[in-house]
């Protein structure tokens, strides 16, 4: 059985595990007062074009979105996404329990449209009942999206300058940012991401790492955003887990390197997965692929192939994801030609 | 510099660093779907004599309080503890943003007393008003306490049966169960606690894992459990993470031998502190002591030597802490030896 | 300047005003402990003919909506809602305030479809994420709609069906009951709300109350309702200023007599606005009517007449909406007669 | 049975209730946009002396405390009252609801002390651990305090001072503030409180009117705290119904002149309970009154008297609180006199 359900399939790369066993008797301080996690600060800073910002690293995805949004906005605000948007779909309402609203605007591939959000936000600045609603408070997208999708220059650029119109931050979850940036169809670097938003995470634990994601404020982060961190339970007392394996992932460009790896697959993938004549539902420059299976070969190939199942096509046929990540290797996914060559006839 | 500041100093026992990596390519489901997780779920109830029981894996301890509390607590509902517990105090308030007064009783060395619970929770039903305040919902108490100290079995089983007179669960906070379990004056076992208290958490963070907190309930889960570990940002993706670590440590009873380490190392630094005629403010049974330091002594001793300022005895003098882990070796107390030698004058 | 422009332009009913003043040196007890508050209850649950119920006072809609719907839910559940339904627009995110996400569904002239909600309701439990996902908790809808429309019974019973199918409560927002209920197309009374719900509130500032709304739950409230009425700062010390209210409103039946007011002052406003062959954009059986009117009519004539500006129709032409009351006199409906006259060309 | 149990247990000062039915029929606009809540607005920030700050009316206390502070605080804050404080009491953990901490100081006669005060905020900033730890956000005081005693400009002063020291706004809850204001050891004026601290609200509820406080900002009410108004369920609907009561009450100084009663009806009270020999608890200069009674003549005379049992002093007996209001005439306080003498043997 192999997987291609997703990128948080294996554990950790290598090298990673490699400097946690190195490191692993020295006496360090806690909650994130060690060298390493001082380095990886450094690193990553360096890495993204703005020294003066600050990086604070947290757990996992949905305990940093509702950490970020929360330290963003005050109570009356709400956090404006697509509707497919991560928060809005698969994060057990962790928003809204912290008292913030999801205020959703239509997906277009899993993306958000300039033009769109300047229409929700003039109409809400226009809206003579607006001090009895929700105001919005910043514009979360992820990159790439829910869809294996990415956001161009321009459409960051205009993203964000409709936001900054009506004065909102601009907020990227990227939990799986190294895909995004990887990809040869995007048109920016890590070290544009400063100008094109307000705050955006690297995300580790599907690019490589245990655990771990690394919030990047390009100039400031809120205040004691430590202590809401903590509040938020996402504080690891051991801070040395995240701060070397982000230590290990910004030295030589090790992130960029084994995301890099992710999108070779995926086109490898794609490439398999047409000489098969597996119709696409939406091809994707990043890591994640969707496809229509019948349901009655679906069946068969989940046998032997992990896929994640996405959403019904039609009676007879389903919508699939297949990811690679930084861990898939050729072999794998010629062991996935080969079973759907047994599975799946045209 | 040897530090004895805190036991979350080192980074994981080495047999769970040996099997993270050992499991690190295996291609396993997400989100605690894996094996290892189910294995350590088996043998973590197993230990705990409690096979019909629920266990979850979090990630950290604030996190842990957090969602458990808010788990089992309705919104009118508060959580009894002591004033020096951890969650009133150092926690930046985690409980209180989920909803919930911490309601607070006196502490004596840390501990909770059965009979000023009783008489709190008897006022608290007496009281005309009572319909205008909050409700107690449960009782928290650390094994062991932020003092380090220990309840017998006799004290635990009197909270208990306090809280349960009043239709409250007693919840322990464990971050550092191991400690309190291997210590020669705990007169209970791990297997006994499925029935001194309703659900407890064995700590990893501080007793060998990289990070990790086990919530047992010995019976069932507050229902949609997962679902509230997921709200609160307290489900990892790589459940691996946490299954595989726990799957070691209750391996081979390896969580107690290592617990055991650090009580037998504190047993030779009490000796070694006594030897140097310094005063104890508390000592204690567990990994945890407390010392009188002169203020003069201290600042040259902290060059050498990391401990914990706990607070200050009087103009001349400072309470301090000195824990050992389980990583604590023979050599690191006789090099403290050396330096009490050097730095502390009788 | 006569106003349409809502059901609470005006102060109380004046039978109230002569029983606050009569009533008024009379030392009571606070917070809802008084004989007129009991008399009140009583004479509600028999009106509603649910002698076993409970009933509670609160001040005001929003705030009643969201202290029941968050004693309803548990922190992992949310509100399923149409999208324009009042908690998910014009309530400034109270129930998110309360950390419950507000789930939406399609309106059809603002109801909610029984089928759509079975489907939602079937894909939620079909979702293999669902435990990463918001479970629905309960379903609310207002009784009229925010668009003046009503529930026939089947389709309150359909709603139910579905709802207790998926063992979800129905609450109705009835800030607005009475209008419903006094309109000739309803086909059920407030005696039948019992079978058809799970818990309503029957409004008491729309409908002749200075303020107030009256809860009912015609079996048992949550345990500690009032404790989390209190909670929700929604508790009144001068309880008694409700309970005379509705003690008032539910003697004699003038609580249907002055909505029944409405509803007849309604179908003469209705007769008007046809004779000047103004537009409807929804005639509805409640005090709600929504008509189209040319842009440059509507400037001139809201010099003379209030009424809500609803939405663009299109480049020239609005949506308003124009709403009859408890207080509405003939005199007024001839008056705006004269004024449309004056005002609106055809 | 004449009540003495608080100052709540009649309705209206008659003025409010002649005003509520002469405008009763006018059409208002709602929310507060109606002239007599601009009217009611406008004097009070003259009677305040601060023309340049901002009024809103809110319905009741526990509402409004926990609105203001959870406008004033960011979620990493909490509130420093001390232990006898109403919202760390009385108020069913509203303001834990919103997610701030209560932190506490202890009460002397339920005032709080501005070195202790100091003291608090110093230990604070000097913590180690301050990031771990919930940060202060502001200082609560009420006044008069739950013990019917008055701060002295002196205090207030002293407690601003330490608050602004640290950065944090000084609220006072003035549930009662009339009868401070009116006592005759009062040492400052309505006048004199916008110096004194930074936000504050004149109680109606317990002062003549039927419901309402109205928050007085000095200077600049918190961003859209209309919407947080909102958001927290506390804005009515019929908003005239807090701008006619708070006109009239400030109109011809009405509510410093029935404030006025409450403290001649108190002077005579215990000038009464002293005539009969029963001993203080408390004596105080404003409305309430704490007394002890034997446990057996309690009880009779609780058969003719309404009063508030405090809390028990020894074995046999109690502390009452005996409050006058507004409303208390030289009839009640004689009536009084007559039930003690049947009741109370010296």
């Given amino acids: 059985m192999i997987l291609f359900r997703c990128d948080y399939a294996e554990g950790a790369q290598p090298e990673i595990l490699k400097r946690l066993a190195e490191t692993n008797f020295e006496q360090l301080d806690g909650y994130g007062s060690d060298p390493y996690t001082e380095s990886a600060k450094r690193k990553i800073l360096e890495a993204c074009a703005c020294p003066g910002g600050e990086v604070h690293f947290l757990v ?11 330290a963003l906005l005050r109570d009356y605000e709400g956090a404006v996404a697509v509707q497919t948007g991560h928060i809005n779909v698969h994060e057990a309402g962790a928003v809204e329990y912290t008292g913030h609203k999801v205020m959703t605007l239509p997906q277009h591939q899993g993306k958000m449209d300039a033009d769109e959000l300047e229409a929700f936000l003039a109409a809400s600045d ?42 909102l931050p601009l907020f990227i979850d990227g939990a799986r940012l190294g895909y995004a940036l990887a990809s040869p169809a995007c048109d920016y670097t890590l070290q ?19 655990c771990g994601e690394a919030v990047v404020f390009p100039n400031k982060a809120p205040k004691h955003f430590f202590t809401t ?13 995240l701060g070397v394996q982000f230590d290990t992932l910004f030295t030589d460009k090790l992130y960029g390197r084994i995301a890099a790896n992710a999108i070779d697959r995926a086109q490898d993938m794609i490439a398999v997965l047409k000489e098969k004549g597996i119709p696409f539902f939406l091809e994707t420059p990043t890591n994640q692929q969707f ?14 192939v992990g896929f994640d199942i996405w959403e019904p096509f039609d009676a007879d046929h389903t919508v699939v994801r297949f990811a690679t990540s930084w861990a898939t290797t ?3 996914i010629q062991r996935l030609r080969e079973m759907l060559s047994v599975f799946i006839s045209q």
């Fill in 291 to 304: 496809v229509i299976l019948e349901n009655k070969q679906l069946e068969a190939l989940s046998a032997q």
């Fill in 192 to 210: 544009d991401l400063k100008d094109l938003c307000d705050v955006f995470y690297i995300g580790g634990t599907k690019v490589g790492a245990l």
């Fill in 330 to 332: 050729p072999e794998q």
């Fill in 60 to 70: 996992g995805g949905t305990q940093t979105n509702a950490t970020v949004i929360a």
């Fill in 229 to 241: 961190v903590k509040q938020h339970g996402a504080l690891l007392a051991k801070g040395r887990l």
């Fill in 126 to 167: 226009a809206d003579v009942n607006k001090d009895h609603m929700v105001w919005p408070g910043l514009v979360y997208i992820s990159l790439p999206t829910e869809y294996g999708t990415i956001y161009s220059r321009a459409e960051l650029a205009g993203l964000q300058a409709v936001a900054h119109k009506y004065g």
